[in-house]
């Protein structure tokens, strides 16, 4: 059988497109070293597409395995919580002095914690089978587009350092929270 279209296999279709996802978060992650943020952001966008194709391509396939669910778990803690944050203390966080700069801190290790949190829950549910019309919690992928928002607003002058750190802390809460969110 080909391996592309094989549920057992480590390399099917589906996991190839959640390993491209992996690929534009370790890039986004690279670029936010070299203070490039709009292509940083670009491939995280991209990466974010393939995130949508890989569960579209299982589905369809039917390609899921627990491998895919792990992996896919992995990808969404780079792409979706790492990359994001990363950005946000690389072209936000520095630019902040005293009790500010210590509360990012504070703020970025509670939303990647937060967003490890979630999706290990996640796996948990999903797993036993109790993934159900909504997700309990904001998903790490809608967590980054919050964040993606709050970053534009930095950037265009409508929310300040401190109101970044503030709505990070509030978006990570949100993760976990009991907000339902419809899935798709």
């Known amino acids: 059988m080909n391996p592309l279209f094989n549920p ?3 390399f ?3 996991n190839l497109f959640t390993m491209v996802n992996i690929t534009c978060g370790l890039v986004a992650t690279y670029l936010i070293t070299q203070n490039n943020f709009f292509y940083a952001i670009i491939f995280a966008w991209i990466g974010g597409a ?3 194709f890989d569960g579209k391509i299982a589905r369809k396939y039917g390609l899921s395995n627990e491998f895919g669910i792990q992996l896919d778990s992995f990808a969404d803690f780079l792409s979706f919580v790492l990359v994001p944050v990363f950005l946000i203390f690389q072209a936000v966080y ?3 002095d005293g ?3 210590d ?3 504070i703020a970025s290790i509670y939303y990647v ?3 490890l949190r979630r999706l290990i829950q996640f796996n948990i549910n999903a797993e036993a089978g109790e993934v159900g019309r909504y997700f309990v919690g904001v998903p790490t992928p809608l967590g980054a587009i919050l964040l993606w928002l709050v970053y534009l607003g930095y950037v265009y002058g409508v929310i300040p350092g401190a ?3 503030i709505l990070m802390s509030v978006i990570g809460w949100l993760l976990n929270s009991k907000v339902k969110v419809p899935h798709p």
């Open 113 to 115: 914690i937060s967003g």
């Open 8 to 10: 057992s296999s480590h």
């Open 103 to 105: 509360l990012s801190v």
């Open 99 to 101: 009790v500010w700069f």
């Open 94 to 96: 520095t630019h902040l």
């Open 12 to 14: 099917n279709l589906a």
């Open 163 to 165: 109101g970044v750190v």
């Open 50 to 52: 393939f995130d949508i």
